[in-house]
Structures are given as C-alpha cells and as structure tokens.
T-cell receptor, first 106, second 118 residues
Framework: SYELTQPPSVSVSPGQTASITCSGD??????VSWYQQKSGQSPVVVIY???NRPSGIPERFSGSNSGNTATLTISGTQAMDEADYYC?????????FGGGTKLTVL | VQLVQSGAEVKKSGASVQVSCKAS????????IHWVRQAPGQGLDWMGW????????SFGQKLQGRVTMTRDTSISTAYMELTRLTSDDTAVYYC???WGTGSHPDYWGQGTLVTVSS
C-alpha cells in the first residue's frame, strides 16, 4: 500500500520559516493537501491541490510538490501555528494520510 | 456547510457501533463523504468514502469486511458502521466532506468518540 512519510517533529522560532516535508513514491504526480490540527479540534485544510490556500488561511502558508516530496512552508511562523500537520494524497481510489508532524514554535 | 455527528459511544468488545453525520448548507449528493478516525495520541487514519449520489464506496484495506458506509439522501445523512469492535477501535471518528468527488476533505464534523471496553 502507498505510504506518505513525514518527520515526527519540527521546531521553529517565532518569525522564522518552518518547512514540513511529505515523501512518497512519485508523489509529484499526485495532488497533495495539508491539514492543521490543533489539540482537541477537528483538522482544517490549509493547502489543497499542492499549492492552493482556502479562503481564510493566511498567506504565510504555502505548498509545493515535485519529484517524491511535497513541502508545506510557513513563513513568519506565529505561536498560533503550533499544531500537528498532516499531508494527504490519493492512491487510486483510496486516500492516504501521512503520519503527521508536530510543529513546535519555541 | 456543516457536518454534525452523533454523540459519544461506549461499546463492549465484539459489539458494533454506528455513527451518523448530518450534512447541511450544500447539495448532499454532490460531494463524497469521507470517514477518518484518530486513536488517542495517534495520527489520522482514513477509513473510506461514500458517494452519496450513487451509494458507491471505497474502504481502506485493514477495515475491509468490518466497515459499512451508507447514506439517506432524504435527510442528508451519512452513516458509518463498524463491527466486531476491539480496544484498537477506540478513537475519535470524523466524517468529512470532499471538495468534490475525489479531491480532498474540506469540511469536517466535530468528531465522535467511540470507546471500546472489554
């Protein structure tokens, strides 16, 4: 079965840029979405179709996808961005989520 | 768009559970409904989707044979039933609307905690 691999944790200082990667075989051939989940809340999509931001998502969130790696980038990271982040893609008719990355803003 | 799920459940091992997801604010038949679960302290685990228009479904491999997804279009509600429960099924279960019919989950329900005890 298809697997998406994310680093378990990423740390960033406030105001700096955080990058979270998601790796999978030929992932660049698929659309990738990214979800933010804060403690005790439902996930929220922050990037869809590799690089599109839903309305209401700050411009500091951006995405890219090429080769075997998709990347979520958060520029000027704020304390409110501390959360778990999950990538998601389709594998034929099924959906796959990455294992999740805990973003810590220190 | 709103997805409102049924309340928390406590079940014994071996029992079944059904979770409902009532949709409002959009055309129910025009968007897949995904079911995703999250065990305590763990990541998101996709369970499957249902096409409310046709009733077609697709399930994750490890739940094949134990999960059923249905819908009632007259009341814009999707259902997920999981049978032969074990403690490993203790999780928060989410329904989520697909942006279309095979894009990405965009709106999520509030989650339903299912606790399985022996």
């Amino acid at each position: 079965s298809y697997e998406l691999t994310q680093p378990p944790s990423v740390s960033v200082s406030p105001g700096q840029t955080a990058s979270i990667t998601c790796s999978g075989d030929k992932l660049g051939d698929e659309y990738v979405s990214w979800y933010q989940q804060k403690s005790g809340q439902s996930p929220v999509v922050v990037i869809y179709q590799n690089r599109n931001r839903p309305s209401g998502i700050p411009e500091r969130f951006s995405g890219s996808n090429s080769g075997n790696t998709a990347t979520l980038t958060i520029s000027g990271t704020q304390a409110m961005d501390e959360a778990d982040y999950y990538c998601q893609a389709w594998d034929s008719s099924t959906v796959v989520f990455g294992g999740g990355t805990k973003l810590t803003v220190l | 768009v709103q997805l409102v799920q049924s309340g928390a459940e406590v079940k014994k091992s071996g029992a079944s559970v059904q979770v409902s997801c009532k949709a409002s604010g959009y055309t129910f038949s025009g968007h897949y409904i995904h079911w995703v679960r999250q065990a305590p302290g763990q990541g998101l685990d996709w369970m499957g989707w249902i096409n409310p228009n046709s009733g077609d479904t697709s399930f994750g491999q490890k739940l094949q044979g134990r999960v059923t997804m249905t819908r009632d279009t007259s009341i814009s509600t999707a259902y997920m039933e999981l049978t032969r429960l074990t403690s490993d099924d203790t999780a928060v279960y989410y329904c989520a609307r697909d942006w279309g019919t095979g894009s990405h989950p965009d709106y999520w329900g509030q989650g339903t905690l299912v606790t399985v005890s022996s």
